[in-house]
């Protein structure tokens, strides 16, 4: 009788083990589902310009910032809203060629590839919702910024252009 106490243990440990590796495969899947159910809010973190060769001023923005590679990795996904002037800038350390996809991405956008200068390198208009086809920039680019589709046509935006952008407090706690 003990032998077989023994083997139902284990077996009922190998069981455990077996849920416990599926539920935490599932982990993203559910995670995945919540994202599409719930609104993500816009949380502005600077402003972004954009700018004409002759140095005037095309429009300001208002972004939220991808930096760390989990930030980067979700940008946009699951987003249903992003304000008029509002956008998303992805800072990278260095440059080089870009890929992006609309993969869980429910809204169309203009993709602007900027090289380390902040010049346009190049703009990808109204990418296809939830495509995972590999949108890529033609040159180098260490930034690259998203905003709504076509936006960059409605602000006469082009290869000549070039953004400034610095990081704000948009908090409106006081110490």
């Known amino acids: 009788m003990r032998l077989r106490d023994g083997h139902v243990a284990a077996r009922f440990l190998n069981i455990l083990f077996a849920a416990a590796l599926v539920t935490s495969g599932c982990g993203g899947k559910a995670d995945e589902a919540s994202d599409v159910n719930r609104e993500i809010p ?5 402003v972004l310009d954009i700018w004409r060769a002759d140095s005037s001023l095309v429009t300001r923005l208002v972004i ?5 590679d989990q930030e980067q990795a979700q ?10 002037r509002g956008g998303m800038l992805f800072v990278s350390p260095e440059p080089s060629m870009r890929s992006f996809w609309m993969r869980n991405t429910p809204l169309p956008l203009d993709i602007i590839f900027l090289d380390d200068s902040l010049r346009v390198v ?3 208009k109204r990418t296809t919702p939830y495509s995972e086809e590999h949108i890529l920039s033609t040159a180098p680019a260490q930034y690259v910024l998203e905003v709504r589709a076509g936006m960059s046509d409605r602000w006469g935006v082009d290869s000549t252009a070039y953004v400034t952008w610095e990081r ?5 706690a006081n110490p």
Request: proline letters at 7%.
């Open 122 to 124: 190049n703009i990808v």
């Open 64 to 68: 939220e910032l991808a930096e760390s």
């Open 75 to 84: 940008g946009l996904m699951y987003r249903r809203s992003l304000p008029e």
């Open 168 to 172: 704000r407090d948009f908090s409106t």
């Open 42 to 46: 816009f949380t502005p973190e600077g």
